[in-house]
Nanobody
């Protein structure tokens, strides 16, 4: 089992920045590809970013457009999402997720952290 706990959400004005953190415990963190997803009220969950277990490859949703950066610190068992130039449409609950190496499905999910961006 892998337990994931997100933190760092909050209320920010448009154009501001937030850094989300996701602390993992359990099995070997470095063997897991980590992802961030988000879900806004009334909308489906959407992919935000992922960083491969090797650490060298990162992936982003189309809407990110260079505003967000995902990174990981294996020594701290933590993955981060730096979000800059935030927009009101970024308002959502952000979830951290983990999947073993290059497996297709994310098997572990955090409880989510709320991000609200005011205009």
């Amino acid at each position: 089992q892998v337990q994931l706990v997100e933190s760092g959400g909050g209320l920010v004005q448009a154009g501001g920045s937030l850094r989300l953190s996701c602390a993992a415990s359990g099995r070997t963190f470095s063997s897991y590809t980590m992802g961030w997803f988000r879900q806004a009220p009334g909308k489906e969950r959407e992919f935000v970013a992922a960083i491969r277990w090797t650490g060298g490859d990162t992936y982003y949703g189309d809407f990110v457009k260079g505003r967000f950066t995902i990174s990981r610190d294996n020594a701290k068992n933590t993955v981060y999402l730096q979000m800059n130039s935030l927009k009101p449409e970024d308002t959502a609950v952000y979830y951290c997720a983990a999947r073993y190496m290059d497996y297709a499905e994310y098997d572990y999910w955090g409880q989510g952290t709320q991000v609200a961006v005011s205009s």
